[in-house]
């Protein structure tokens, strides 16, 4: 909750808008420094995702539509769990309704499965953002837990899916915190259609309709495949059609070189990206760096199709450290990613991904990877077919798996040694060095220990081609 | 938030004097519905009340006077749900045995709304000054050995309770068995309101 104060200095600066494309292009244009959203972010966000129009005056009439629905649905589809009045008191008194009964028609039975999903749904509450004091009080978990029932009970052929708390807490965090409690005597004429978009009585309201345009978007990434069962992401469900394709597709355009690395090492593209997509990274990136990138994301495509690109973008920029590491490396990498320094925060991944999708070709993507380590890949064309058959990606697999020393050699890796500026020279040299040790030492039989020592070396050198 | 209805269930006397809860009311007791057991005592041994934890994680036991492997058991336990404070003890201390002057009594001394107790194996419901008292009898159909007239058997019983607020809203189970033999479960409800002048006793014992 902000004071009235404090909020009507943010509300002066945004009253310079006068579209959601200025506010967006500043939005895109200041991610280095601060967020023009930064105090207002409840606002902007409903802006971008329901609000159709820029004008103050228009907002009133979609506002109270949106919060009617949810006190509408809330009363429908909670009422009877708060109240107790599901209709097992109704009907003909000597032959009552049956509490242990089964079948679908038996009330108590569907207050059983309510009181499941909402079961299930704390579970995960309890567990959400265990950092953060806010997501530990009741009274935000009962917030959260609403609105999320609500959603699940609409959408009751997907029913609830982990990874969607993870989507209504931070809404949750901004539109709370920047609710603003005014007096109506005090406040200026057009301060009125800020006070009314950020009304502290709506906190939960607006936070499912906020939830609800998101997930309208993400929705598919949740979904299970056709032929799939309920334990495991098996068949073709969505958000695996997604992970393939930005690796096979987008990755490889991009770049080729990265791609098959990738597929040769085996890593299935999905072990990483469902928990990047579905979280819509909120796992990826601290919370105060995660807004802002939100921020660009919702300004720009409340689509989300841009979140395909944001993924390669992030590719992209530990793409060296990827080229060199082996399996467990490479996954424990992208499952722990770095943590993105001043000036390059993650909301700059939105500005790549805007220009990865404007040009989804090499120079594309070798711009990009230029762009944060100085370094160009080494050019396709240098895999002239006589050194690098197109049948040759299983002969390097086999070769890099079997002798990380020999790879070294090898004419891509040759190729980009040559291209390493002179100050991770040394870097590279110890790299090498390290993989020689590991290679020799699994002659000596000490080849588990050492390749451990290794990793540990490896994992702590500082990422210094983020800087 | 798990169920909210409570089963109040007692004098079940496995394996001395019955075999085993009746399969039907072990189908209706699965797993996931119940709340909190309220059991009144004379399990009486391990794997009855290993089943009972099944049925409800939170269960609350009192002792019976044949419950003799548990001594640590307490002799009554009370509960609150909604605004009713809900007490129970198995009735083998209450003297005489199911008196409803002597049961008003503990019910005072408990300072509860509800008592719910057991030992006689037959069913019971009243109110009395205001408050509700329970019998859920015997959920295996043991044999008692208190009075009973010529022919008359104790039916399996047990009782969900399911409170809202000051009203509790009872539910009887009886398995009954037809000249035939075939069993079947019967539900009877009974509502009780808190603060409400006491209607006329109804006694639900059959």
Redesign the interface.
């Known amino acids: 909750m902000r004071s009235l104060q404090e909020s009507r200095q943010r509300w002066k600066e945004f009253n310079a808008y006068n579209s959601k494309d200025s506010l967006k292009d500043d939005i895109l244009r200041k991610q280095l420094t601060s967020s023009p959203c930064d105090g207002i972010r409840s606002l902007c966000w409903k802006l971008f995702l329901y609000l159709p129009d820029f004008a103050p005056p228009t907002w009133s009439p979609v506002l109270s539509s949106s919060r009617d629905v949810f006190t509408t649905l809330r009363a429908k589809l909670l009422g009877p ?1 708060e ?2 009045n599901i209709g ?2 109704d009907g003909d ?1 000597d032959h ?1 309704i ?4 089964e079948g679908p028609s038996n009330p108590w039975s569907k207050l ?1 499965k309510d ?2 999903l ?2 299930e749904i ?1 579970q995960d509450l309890e567990r959400c953002m265990p950092d953060h004091d806010y997501f530990r009080s009741e009274k935000v978990q009962k917030q959260m837990l609403d609105v999320l029932f609500v959603y699940c009970k609409l959408n009751a052929d997907m029913g609830y899916r982990q990874g969607m708390h993870e989507i209504v807490a931070p809404i949750l965090w901004v539109v709370d915190n920047d609710a603003v409690q005014a007096d109506f005597e005090e406040i200026l004429e057009n301060e009125k259609y800020m006070l009314e978009a950020l009304d502290p009585a709506y906190v939960e309201h607006d936070t499912f309709s906020l939830f609800q345009a998101v997930m309208h978007s993400a929705r598919p990434w949740y979904e299970l495949g056709e032929d799939s069962d309920d334990i495991g992401e098996k068949g073709n469900s969505p958000i695996v059609e997604k992970s393939r394709m930005i690796h096979e597709d987008l990755l490889m355009a991009v770049d080729p070189q990265l791609a098959r690395h990738l597929k040769e090492l085996e890593v299935l593209p999905q072990v990483f990206l469902i928990r990047w997509i579905r979280l819509l990274f909120g796992r990826e990136f601290p919370f105060d760096q995660l807004l802002v990138l939100w921020d660009s994301l919702f300004a720009e495509d409340p689509d989300f199709t841009l979140v395909d690109y944001i993924c390669v973008a992030m590719l992209l920029r530990i793409r060296w450290e990827l080229l060199e590491f082996d399996y467990s490396m490479t996954l424990t990498l992208l499952l722990r990613y770095p943590q993105p320094k001043h000036p390059n925060l993650p909301a700059t991944f939105v500005s790549d991904a805007i220009y990865l999708r404007n040009h989804l070709d090499l120079s594309g993507g070798a711009y990009i990877i230029s762009k944060y380590s100085n370094r160009t890949p080494a050019p396709v064309p240098m895999l002239s077919p006589a050194q690098s058959p197109p049948t040759s990606p299983s002969r390097r697999g086999i070769r890099s798996s079997d002798s990380p020393v020999r790879r070294t050699m090898s004419p891509i890796a040759g190729q980009t040694a040559r291209t390493i500026p002179s100050s991770s020279g040394l870097d590279r040299l110890v790299n090498d060095l390290a993989k020689g040790v590991v290679g020799r030492s699994k002659g000596w039989g000490l080849g588990k220990p050492i390749e451990r020592l290794m990793e540990e070396l490896q994992w702590n050198k500082p990422f210094e081609n983020e800087k | 938030m798990t169920s909210r209805l409570v089963l109040a269930i007692g004098d079940l006397h496995i394996p001395d004097r019955a075999a085993a809860i009746p399969a039907k009311f072990r189908k209706l007791l699965a797993p996931g519905k119940i709340g909190q057991i309220l059991c009144l005592g004379n399990l009486t041994d391990k794997e009855t009340y290993d089943f009972l934890r099944s049925v409800a994680p939170d269960l609350q036991i009192v002792k019976g006077e044949f419950d003799v492997e548990a001594a640590n058991l307490p002799l009554s336990k009370v509960v609150t749900h909604g605004s009713l404070r809900i007490g129970f003890t198995h009735g083998h201390t209450i003297i005489p045995q199911g008196d409803s002057d002597s049961l008003l009594i503990a019910a005072r001394q408990m300072d509860v709304d509800v008592l719910v107790w057991g030992g006689t194996h037959r069913f019971e419901a009243y109110e009395l000054e205001g408050k509700l008292f329970v019998n859920p009898g015997t959920a295996t159909g043991a044999i008692s050995s208190g009075w009973w007239a010529e022919g008359e058997e104790p039916i399996p019983s047990f009782c969900l309770m399911d409170v809202q607020g000051s009203v509790l809203v009872l539910y009887v189970y009886q398995l009954r068995t037809d000249e035939k033999g075939a069993e079947s479960v019967s539900v009877e409800k009974v509502t009780f309101r808190k603060e409400l002048p006491a209607p006329p006793i109804t006694d639900k014992a059959i």
């Not at chain 1, 049956?98 to 009964?101: F, G, I, K, T």
């Open positions: 769990l109240t107790g097992i008191y008194p009552p049956d509490p242990l009964a059983r009181e499941e909402r079961r704390i």
